[in-house]
C-alpha cells in the first residue's frame, strides 16, 4: 500500500528529523521581555527553511507591527480533498534556573529514549511531525492526500496576544475545513490522546497595607495590626476544609463533561496513587477537592492556587512587622464559568474576608477564557483512529487542566472548523521547567500518526 511506502520512508529517516529537531532547539528562541528578539527572527528564517526544504511552497515570514514573527508555507494541489490548517509554535520559555538542567538547555542532548532541551517538545516537537509527515509523502508520493497550510508562531508562550488580529489580518489565506493543533500532551508515554477541553485563568494580585513603614515587631507589635496574617486570614478563607472554593456560587454555572468523555475518563488509569506518582507528592500530604475523579478534578472543576506572597524576604527578614503584604492568586475556570464575574466574586469575597479594617486593593488581570468542543463528527472519529494505528493503542480524549490562549482565536476567527489538539507532550516532559525533553519513541509515533491523519481526512 501507498500509505506503508510513505511511512517506511518517515521511520528510515527518522534520525535525521530528530536532527532537525535539534537544529531547530539549538535557537534560544525566548518570546520573553528581556530577552534578544533576534533569536525568534533567526528561529523564524529556520523554520521558513525546513517548511522549504521539506517540499512546502509559498512559504514566507509574516510579520504584524509588536509581534514576533510567524512563519506560513501551503501544499494546495489535492483537488476537492479537506484542506488542514496545521499550527504549531516556535518560541519558547526562558530556560529558568540553568543550574537545575542536567543537559546545557539549548544543547540538545539524547539520554536514554528521550531528548532533552527547552522547546524539545513544546513546541519545535510539534513542528518536527509536520515537517516530516509531509515531507514523508512528497518524497515518495510527489503529493499529498490533502491540501495544508501550516502556520508556525512566534509568540506563543507570551499569550498570543497578537494571534486575534493576525487571524483577521490573514483571514482568507488561512481559511480551512479542519484545524490541526499541535501543541498538547499525551496522556501518558505511549497513550495518544486528543484534548476536547482547557481550562482558562481568572487572576489577581492582591496588596494588604496597614501604615507607611515596617515598624520594630517588639517595640510596636501586638495592638499593632500585622498585615501577613491579615493576608493569610483572607487566603485561607477562600477554601472550605476539603479544599473546595468557598466564594459563594463559583460551581453554579460548571458544565459537566460530555458522555462521551466521561466514558474516556472513566477509561483511563488515571489514580490517586498515579496522580501523587506524577507530581511526586509526598506521602503525608492529602488530597483535596472532593470526591469527583482526578480526571474531573484536573479538567472540568475549577482549582484556585496562590503563586506567590510576598511581604519581606528570606534574604532582608528582619524582626519588624510590615507595612504590606502582596500575593498573587488565580482560578482556572472551566466551562460555563464567566471570566469576568469569576473575578470580580474573588475581588468581592477577599474584600468581605478583610480582618481589623486593613486596606485591600485587588487588581484583576486579563483573564483567559476556557475552551471546550465536543468530540463527535468524522474528523474527532477520523483522527481518533489514525492516532490509535500509529500508537498501537486505543487514543483517548482528554482535557487540559491549563490555559493555552491561541486555540479560542483560531476557532472565533475561522469560522467554526472543527479544531483537534494534539500533541507530543508527556506527563514527564517538564515542559516550562528544567530538563525539558521530549520521548523519541512518541514522536516517531507522532509523525506517523500525522502521516494516517492527512490520509483519514482525505476520505
Known sequence: ?????????????????????????????????????????????????????????????????????????????????????????????????????????????????????????????????????????????????????????????????????????????????????????????????????LRGLVAAEVEVTVMESPKHSGMAGGPLADPVLALSKMLAALVDDNGRIAIPGIYDSVRPPSAVEKESYDSLDFTESEYRKRVKLHDSVELIGGKESIPEKLWRLPSLSVNAIQASSRKLVSNVVCESAWCKVGIRIVPDMDPQKTGEALSNFLKEKAPWGVEVKVTLEQSASWWATTPEGPAFEKARSALSKAFGRECVYVGQGGTIPFVQPFSTVLGGAPALLIGVEDPYTNAHSENESVHLGDLKKSINGAIYLYESLAE
Open 1 to 197: 500500500m501507498d500509505i506503508e511506502k510513505v511511512i517506511r520512508f518517515a521511520e528510515t529517516n527518522f534520525k535525521s528529523n530528530v536532527e532537525k529537531l535539534k537544529a531547530l532547539a539549538r535557537i534560544p528562541s525566548v518570546s520573553f521581555n528581556g530577552f534578544p528578539p533576534e533569536e525568534v527572527n533567526k528561529s523564524a528564517q529556520a523554520v521558513a527553511s525546513l517548511l522549504t526544504e521539506e517540499g512546502l511552497e509559498h512559504v514566507e515570514i509574516l510579520k504584524l507591527e509588536g509581534a514576533h514573527p510567524y512563519v506560513y508555507g501551503d501544499w494546495l494541489h489535492a483537488k476537492g480533498k479537506p484542506t488542514l490548517l496545521l499550527y504549531a509554535h516556535h518560541d519558547v520559555q526562558p530556560p529558568g534556573r540553568e543550574e537545575k538542567w542536567k543537559t546545557p538547555p539549548f544543547v540538545p542532548t539524547e539520554v536514554g529514549d528521550r531528548l532533552y532541551g527547552r522547546g524539545a517538545a513544546d513546541d519545535k516537537a510539534g513542528i518536527i511531525v509536520h515537517t516530516s509527515a509531509i515531507a514523508a509523502y512528497l518524497k515518495t508520493l510527489g503529493s499529498l492526500p490533502v491540501n495544508v497550510k501550516v502556520i508556525i508562531e512566534g509568540e506563543e508562550e507570551i499569550g498570543s496576544d497578537h494571534l486575534e488580529a493576525f487571524l483577521e489580518r490573514y483571514k482568507e489565506k488561512l481559511q480551512a475545513d479542519i484545524i490541526v493543533l499541535t501543541d498538547t500532551e499525551n496522556f501518558d508515554v505511549g497513550v495518544p490522546a486528543i484534548t476536547t477541553s
